[in-house]
């Protein structure tokens, strides 16, 4: 299967949901989140905020049983197959 990069520009918010226990933290370089664990990818478009008139793109991943997310606010992305 080929792999691809998402590249995401004007990033705005980066957000990590079921943060890392004690041990992850003490070995943050043994962390595995491969891609392979992914159950969810959802690519929405957001509201803009009050005074905003621009909109911008809210990626959000979810692991494998609910382990943890991560949730990330940008406004333009560009895929780069490997």
């Known amino acids: ?3 691809a990069t998402l590249r995401l520009s004007l990033v ?7 943060g890392l226990n004690d ?3 003490a070995a943050p370089d043994r962390l595995n989140w491969g ?9 929405t478009e957001s509201e803009p905020e009050a005074g ?3 909109r ?12 943890r997310s ?9 895929l780069v197959r490997d």
Request: proline share 2%; no cysteine; net charge negative.
């Open 12 to 18: 705005e918010e980066l957000r990590l949901r079921n």
């Open 70 to 78: 991560l949730e990330v606010r940008f406004g333009t992305l560009d």
């Open 35 to 43: 891609y392979s664990e992914i159950a969810i990818a959802r690519l």
């Open 1 to 3: 299967m080929p792999l």
């Open 23 to 25: 041990a992850q933290r």
């Open 52 to 54: 905003d008139h621009s």
């Open 56 to 67: 911008n793109h809210v990626l959000q991943l979810l692991w494998e049983g609910g382990r």
